[in-house]
C-alpha cells in the first residue's frame, strides 16, 4: 500500500480546487493539463484508500499479530543499494 499522497491539511486544499475559482486561477498559472493533473492525484487517492481498507481485511483474518511495511522500489535498484535501502526500513519497522 502507498502512502497518503497529501495529509490532512494538504488534502482540504486539494479538494478546495475542484471549484472554478482556485482551479481556474492555478490553470492560468501553471498552463494546460491541469485537469489531469487533478485527475491523477484523485485516482491515486483513491487507490491507496483502496488497498488501505483491503490491507486492514487481510491483517485483520491473519493469525499472525504483527504486519511489517516494507517500501515497493521503483526503478532499477537492485544488489547491495537495494538491499540496504530495505534494511534500512525493516529496521525503522521493528523499531
Known sequence: VLPE???RREEELFDQLGGPGPSG???AAVGGGLDAVL???RLAVGLRRR????LAALRG???YPGVLY???QFG???GPSLTEALA???GEELG
Open 76 to 78: 532499477r535498484a537492485e
Open 39 to 41: 485527475a491523477a492525484a
Open 88 to 90: 534500512e526500513r525493516l
Open 70 to 72: 516494507l517500501p515497493e
Open 5 to 7: 499522497l497529501f495529509n
Open 61 to 63: 483474518a491473519l493469525a
Open 51 to 54: 488497498a488501505a481498507v483491503q
Open 25 to 27: 486561477q492555478l490553470a
